[in-house]
């Protein structure tokens, strides 16, 4: 069984600054799946929220150009599993060959929905292990939610990415 998420956003986790994607179930209880990402992939989330298109195509926009090229469709993503902290997904794609199921990183898949318009799911004993409860106490806006991640983005630095 799946739950439908929304994208609640991307935060920072202080004082590491390390970015979470903020990922909420759709109706019901809302409980929240968050999920710690990588620098790179938070800025692609960031434009794909923003509709900021890069005069050449980041490689999340190269993959939904691809579906198109090798006749495939997008139809959904859903995050399945998490083991030893690391969080499992999948791009359920319909071709003329039928369905096809590949495995990536949440993240990519979240910003590969982004850009497809497709929707996002979790796996209902996903959400049943890890979501978390959440009392709606204050909801950031948008803009407060962009002011924050455009910080982020401001204070990262090319040496935040060397291996």
């Known amino acids: 069984m799946l739950v439908e998420l929304d994208l609640e956003g991307v935060r920072l986790e202080m004082p590491s600054n390390t970015p ?5 179930e759709s109706g019901g209880n809302r ?10 992939e938070a800025s692609s989330i960031h434009f ?4 900021i298109t890069p005069e050449r195509p980041l490689t999340h926009d190269l993959f939904v150009s691809l579906f ?3 006749d495939a469709e997008l139809k959904s993503i859903v995050i399945t599993e998490v083991v030893d902290s690391t969080y499992f997904a999948e791009l359920h794609l319909q071709g003329s060959g039928g369905e096809r199921i ?6 990519d898949a979240v910003a590969v929905a982004l850009r ?3 929707p996002m799911y979790a796996t209902k ?8 409860e959440t009392a709606v106490t204050h909801v950031d806006t948008e803009e407060e939610i962009l002011d924050e991640f455009r910080d982020f983005i401001d204070s990262i630095r090319p040496e935040d990415f060397q291996g």
């Open 48 to 51: 794909a929220l923003e509709g």
């Open 102 to 107: 590949v495995s990536c990183r949440p993240s």
């Open 31 to 40: 409980r929240m799946l968050p999920i710690y990402i990588g620098g790179p």
């Open 20 to 24: 979470i994607l903020m990922l909420r």
């Open 116 to 118: 497809a318009g497709v």
């Open 125 to 132: 004993s996903l959400m049943d292990e890890v979501g978390k």
């Open 68 to 70: 198109g090229v090798v």
